[in-house]
């Protein structure tokens, strides 16, 4: 499949060099021309175990470029991820303007047909939020909205990309469901679940599982004090 992932931090880069490995056609993009070049050169812009090995390999498979052009990046895309960050503003909620701005220029560039994703990690309801942002852009289109949270670990990223746990897809269509299963054939088959909800319940996974995993520290944690004060062994 022809796929394009704008945004290409942490998540996006792996997920450009992952989706590639699937066997895909993948086109990463980005406001920094100076961190594409990096990558179009095989250079990792950040470090990750296997990320650079990774990424020198698919592009010289040929299946994976980057290019700093959006109307290039996106004009033949099928599966468009966007991976951008969501930052905390000061009062704790999400930054959405770069997943606004993103979806304004792939409702721009992409062709109609285009299954738009969101992967980067945002609040409930954005999908409905960029819905009005993609029809105000071309009102004429009527892209489909699908969440595909990530779940990578700094330190593990790659082999969270190409060995998940599970796949989450959330969407409102027969279409979109198809369309994932089409994009992770590779991964299903080889035995990685593939978990489908609507799009609310696949948005709000996310923060489901980081709050999840900071409440099992803080468990561990209470009880490595807990065994400090009795004698015991937390370990044994």
């Known amino acids: 499949m022809e796929l394009a992932v704008v945004g290409t931090g942490h998540v996006g880069a792996v997920t450009c060099a992952a ?22 050169r095989g250079v990792p812009p950040f470090h990750e175990p296997g990320f650079g090995e990774l990424l020198r390999d698919e592009m010289r498979s040929g299946r994976l470029r980057f290019d700093p052009s959006f109307a ?18 000061i009062d704790g909620s999400a930054n959405l303007v770069a997943v606004e701005s993103s979806a304004r220029l792939v409702a721009r560039h ?18 409905g939020r960029l819905r009005p942002v993609l029809d105000r852009a071309r009102p004429d289109h009527r892209f489909e909205i699908v969440s595909n949270p990530e779940f990578l670990r700094e330190g593990t990223a790659v082999r969270d ?10 969407s409102d269509s027969d279409r979109g469901f198809e369309v994932m299963r089409q994009v992770y054939a590779p991964l299903v088959q080889g035995g990685v679940q593939l978990i489908e909800t609507d799009v609310q319940t696949a948005e709000l996974a996310k923060h489901a599982s980081n709050a999840f995993l900071a409440l099992k520290i803080s468990f561990v944690n209470a009880m490595a ?12």
């Open 72 to 89: 290039a990046a996106l004009g033949q895309a099928e599966v468009v991820f966007i991976c951008v960050g969501t930052p905390p503003r």
């Open 161 to 170: 990309a190409m060995s998940p746990d599970r796949i989450l897809v959330g």
């Open 19 to 40: 989706l590639s490995a699937l066997g895909h056609r993948v086109v990463g993009t980005d406001v920094d021309a100076a961190k594409l070049d990096q990558l179009q």
């Open 110 to 127: 992409a062709p109609k047909s285009a299954v738009i994703v969101e992967k980067s990690t945002v609040i409930v309801g954005t999908a």
């Open 225 to 236: 004090r807990v065994c400090e004060l009795a004698g015991a062994d937390v370990e044994g």
